[in-house]
């Protein structure tokens, strides 16, 4: 059978496409992706001609992506459509979409292959564990429980890099490069997909669901893909890097003799030791991220569950910028049952520890996270899914009455955290109203302005010097090039088609690995 993923160019490239494609190509069907905006892309699916079109979908991409399906099935009538990520798994009435033919809930590697070697041989998919399913004759919708997960990471190889490569020049190209080292996590964070993976779609004990590759899986896999493509940084896109202090030590200790390439990491407050840090800071770590979240114990602790306390927080800062590495911070604002008050707070906590990288994100009660729950019981109106916003840093889908003040808010966060001296400043304007879309534009300069002083870092711990990396001119390129792309979108883009590359090949290019849309998650 013959796989195509369709996906937007996203700023780094997407491992649940390539571990689906290692298992596709495995059980001996072919595999291909393309990636959109693309001037050709009508003309290459017709190309190719695949039998099944697949799509990865979180929140807010949804309807972009039943819009594509329409035009795939316009050109391909007979194709079969499947949805799978996180958004169809906890939303899978998504699949009553006209044109959708099935979804996919919880990991897909075993499931996309049972279900190709199915219509292989022309059996029926309407009992095919994982999938809810639609009937092309009958439009009846066939729902069918998640399979077992697979219980050792090692039996999934390594992703299938060419597949995402082989259409991506950006992510073949880029120097830096995305690897997961385990599956699961052991907390029960209200806001974060894993609760609800880990007990509704599977009902699982933390022993099963949390799932870490060997120290030597991992590093061969690196070592494979330098071999293979240009690699000079290693991005570790894992919810917590130090979830197990036995396979941290041995990582440090082998990592600088067998891979010896910078890289980052995400830490979890409350399992982090000072030793960690030294670990990871003699092993080549240039930047690792904490996940703050709120200040406010009980928005952190009893709201989000995030079982961390305030002096765990500050005392793994504090252990990161002693031993010399970039800090980020992950925080969201707008928890409910918290108050403008209680964001401030966590704006003056990020003070307190000096975070080099603060990022900041607006509460987004998906679909089936308890926080959604935890939001309505409160009282509190939430926006339909449709009105979710596509990027989480943007507005707050909860219909707060001080909701202008959050997002004006959140706009000023990281500027103030960095110039403790504006929050004087930053107190009164959240109050503006109207103060949206020049605070964005702020926001965003300044978020640049982050993003150049990361990539000297990068640059730097890679051996790469030059007036190039040099944070002001850095920023200037950005800048200039990205402002040249918004003209050309604001006037001549309504004249070339919709899916024109170039303009949006550039834009990728600049974000690659750019923090505001990497470092989401913890
Ligand atoms: C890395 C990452 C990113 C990267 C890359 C995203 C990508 N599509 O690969 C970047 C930085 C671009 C990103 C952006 C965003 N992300 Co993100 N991201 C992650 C993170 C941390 C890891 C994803 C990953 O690589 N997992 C490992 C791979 C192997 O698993 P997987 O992708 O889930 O795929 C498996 C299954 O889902 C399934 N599957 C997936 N697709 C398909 C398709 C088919 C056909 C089938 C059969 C199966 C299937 O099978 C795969 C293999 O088992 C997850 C949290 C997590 N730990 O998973 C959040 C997560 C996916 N992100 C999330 C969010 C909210 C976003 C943003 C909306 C944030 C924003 N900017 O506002 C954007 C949306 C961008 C987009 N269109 O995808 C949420 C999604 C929640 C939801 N309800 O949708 C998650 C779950 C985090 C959370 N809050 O809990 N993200
Ligand atoms: S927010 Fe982080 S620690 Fe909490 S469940 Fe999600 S990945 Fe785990």
Not at 412 to 423: G, H, M, Q
Request: with cysteine.
């Amino acid at each position: 059978m013959k796989v195509l993923f369709i996906d937007e160019y996203l700023p780094q490239e997407m491992l649940g496409i390539m571990y689906l494609s290692r298992a596709i190509k495995d059980a001996g069907h072919e595999c291909k992706a393309l990636f959109i905006p693309d001037r050709e892309w009508l003309v290459k699916l017709l190309e190719f001609n695949p039998d099944v079109v697949c799509y990865s979908m979180t929140t807010g991409m949804h309807l972009y992506f039943a819009d594509v399906n329409k035009k795939v099935k316009e050109a391909l009538p007979n194709v079969i459509s499947v949805a799978g990520g996180p958004h169809v798994t906890f939303v899978p009435e998504y699949v009553e979409t006209e044109g959708m033919d099935a979804i996919c809930r919880g990991e897909g590697e075993e499931a996309m292959v049972d279900l190709l070697n199915r219509l292989q041989k022309g059996e029926s998919i309407n009992d095919c564990p994982n999938f809810h399913v639609k009937d092309r004759k009958t439009g009846e919708i066939h729902k069918n429980s998640p399979r077992p997960i697979t219980a050792k990471l090692e039996d999934l190889g390594f992703p299938d890099r060419d597949v995402v490569y082989e259409s991506g020049a950006i992510y073949r190209e880029s120097d830096r490069k995305v690897f997961v080292t385990q599956r699961g996590c052991p907390m029960p964070c209200t806001f974060c997909f894993h609760h609800a993976w880990k007990k509704k779609v599977y009902n699982l004990r933390n022993s099963e669901y949390v799932r870490k590759r060997s120290v030597t899986h991992v590093i061969d896999e690196i070592n494979a893909c330098r071999k293979k493509y240009n690699l000079k940084f290693v991005h570790f896109v894992d919810d917590i890097f130090n979830l197990r202090n036995d396979w941290l030590e041995e990582f440090c200790e082998r990592y600088p003799k067998e891979v010896g390439l910078p890289f980052d990491v995400i830490l979890m407050a409350n399992m982090t030791t000072e030793k960690h840090i030294e670990w990871l800071k003699k092993a080549g770590c240039v930047y690792a991220r904490i996940a703050f979240e709120a200040a406010s114990d009980y928005v952190r602790n009893a709201v989000f569950k995030k079982h961390t306390t305030r002096q765990q927080l500050t005392d793994a800062a504090g252990w990161i910028r002693k031993h010399d590495i970039r800090l980020g911070s992950l925080n969201i604002l707008g928890g409910p049952g918290g108050t403008i008050e209680d964001d401030l707070d966590t704006l003056r906590l990020n003070i307190e520890c000096k975070v080099d990288h603060p990022m900041a994100s607006l509460m987004q009660p998906y679909p089936e996270f308890e926080i959604n729950e935890i939001t309505k019981d409160m009282g509190y109106a939430i926006a339909g899914y449709e009105d979710f916003p596509t990027n989480f840093r943007r507005t707050v889908p909860i219909l707060y009455d001080y909701k202008h003040e959050l997002e004006n808010l959140h706009k000023l966060f990281t500027l103030t955290v960095r110039y403790p001296v504006l929050l004087p400043l930053t107190k009164r304007a959240i109050k503006l109203r109207g103060a949206y879309r020049p605070l964005l534009v702020l926001s965003m300069l300044h978020a640049e302005f982050l993003v150049a002083e990361q990539a000297k870092i990068y640059a730097k711990a890679q051996g790469l010097s030059g007036p190039k990396y040099w944070t002001w001119v850095d920023f200037g390129y950005r800048l200039s090039t990205k402002g040249v792309l918004r003209v050309y979108q604001t006037f001549f883009a309504k004249h070339f088609d919709r899916f024109s590359r170039t303009p949006r090949e550039i834009r990728m290019r600049l974000q690659m690995g750019d923090e505001r849309v990497v470092a989401h998650m913890d």
